[in-house]
């Protein structure tokens, strides 16, 4: 009389869930990360399209002031930008500091301000850049 070994091959149904169940783990935190990792760069880009309008305004105004410092004017311009779907408020304000250590004894600070509604969080954002005009040639 023969003997009849029933020999294992293959997974059970048990194993098999249990490996489904650690992939499926796995794969949602990668995609959690991604998710996070595409909302910082969005953020990050909308930051540097900021800089980059504010930049623009403060060398537009100090191009304007250097022709003439004592009549240092805002330059025209629109007051709001749109770029990749996010619409950008500019503001530039100008304002004499008197300094008696600067030759010519005064100072004009220019300050531009960049503001924008982030459209994933509802949050109003902004960005200023300030620097200093003489006279001094």
């Known amino acids: 009389m023969q003997k009849y070994h029933n020999k294992k091959s293959g997974f059970g149904i048990i194993e098999v869930m249990v490996a489904l169940s650690v992939l ?4 949602s935190s990668f995609g959690a990360v991604a998710s996070q990792a595409l909302k910082i760069a969005l ?3 909308e930051s540097l399209v900021a ?3 504010a930049q623009d305004v403060l060398e537009r105004t100090i191009a304007v002031c250097e022709k003439n410092p004592r009549q ?3 330059p025209t311009f629109e007051k709001s930008i749109t770029l990749n779907n996010v619409t950008y408020s500019r503001e530039v304000t100008i304002e ?3 300094n008696e250590e600067v030759l010519g004894g005064t100072l004009w600070r220019i ?3 960049v503001q924008w509604l982030d459209p994933r ?3 109003n954002k902004q960005y ?3 620097t200093e005009l003489s006279e001094w040639q």
């Open 111 to 113: 300050s531009a301000l």
């Open 128 to 130: 200023s850049l300030t």
């Open 121 to 123: 969080t509802d949050k």
């Open 96 to 98: 004499e500091v008197k």
């Open 43 to 45: 953020s990050s880009e």
């Open 24 to 27: 499926a783990v796995v794969v």
């Open 72 to 74: 240092a004017v805002a």
């Open 51 to 53: 800089a980059g309008v």
